[in-house]
């Protein structure tokens, strides 16, 4: 069955520090990955998108993440994190080959930041 | 703002109620997901919309349904509610059928007590 994997439920890093995400996916099929970010009480908002391509993505707020085929990855970073970035950051795989088009989420990071 | 938008923002009913949650999509937008979010279960797909017509079902319980009208706008009907069904309801468009990016709405929380 399809799944995604965030393995930390919660992280905290000092205001400055850089910030790393994990995700993977397990499915044979090849993927398209969304990061999307959820502040409390709001909805969720697009950060980047891989299709294919380039497997380093840039997004918005200063995010990169990059896709590793071999390890069914597709990790978020951060070189500078902002108070503001506190937030609750979901990945989202779809799958290339299926008959639908509804994208799987992992169980979420919650990210606090340190001042 | 993504340009998708729930009605309403909270919604406060008790067991055994029904509840219609909409949702209008992007301006172009042609397909509308729904997913359920819980602190238990984290965001589960419920139904996919494409262009008026059920695409795909995901974990949706029997006492849910949803339609997709010629304007575009779908609605979430969840009849005999029960306390479980307490949680966040996302609605999500996306241009195409299948391999594009979906843009989420503000969400519906619904409280069942």
């Known amino acids: 069955a399809q799944s995604v994997t965030q393995p930390d439920i919660h992280i905290t890093v000092s205001e400055g520090a850089s910030l790393e995400l994990r995700c993977n996916y397990s499915?044979?099929?090849?993927?398209?990955l969304f990061w999307y970010v959820q502040s409390p009480g709001q909805g969720l908002q697009l950060l980047l998108k891989?299709?294919?391509?380039?497997?380093l993505v840039q997004g918005i707020k200063g995010f990169e993440a990059e896709f590793k085929r071999s390890q069914s990855s597709f990790n978020l970073r951060k070189p500078s994190v902002h108070w503001s970035d506190a937030a609750e950051y979901f990945c989202?795989?779809?799958?290339?080959?299926?008959?639908?088009?509804?994208?799987?989420f992992g169980k979420g990071t919650k990210l606090s930041v340190k001042p | 703002d993504s340009g998708v938008t729930q009605t309403p923002k909270h919604l406060i009913t008790a067991t055994g109620q029904r509840v219609t949650l909409r949702c209008s999509p992007r301006s172009g937008d042609l397909s509308v997901y729904w997913y359920q979010q819980s602190l238990d279960q984290g965001l589960q797909f419920l139904i996919h919309?494409?262009?008026?017509?059920?695409?795909a079902k995901g974990n949706i319980l029997e006492r849910f349904s949803a339609q997709q009208f010629p304007d575009l706008h779908s609605e979430l009907n969840l009849s005999s509610l029960e306390l479980g069904d307490s949680a966040l309801y996302f609605c999500?468009?996306?241009?195409?059928?299948?391999?594009?990016?979906?843009?989420f709405g503000p969400g519906t929380r619904l409280t069942v007590l």
């Open positions: 891989y299709f294919s391509g380039d497997t």
């Open positions: 919309y494409y262009n008026g017509e059920e695409r």
């Open positions: 499915y044979g099929a090849t993927p398209y």
């Open positions: 999500a468009s996306s241009a195409g059928l299948q391999y594009n990016e979906q843009f």
């Open positions: 989202a795989v779809g799958f290339y080959g299926g008959s639908q088009g509804n994208l799987i």
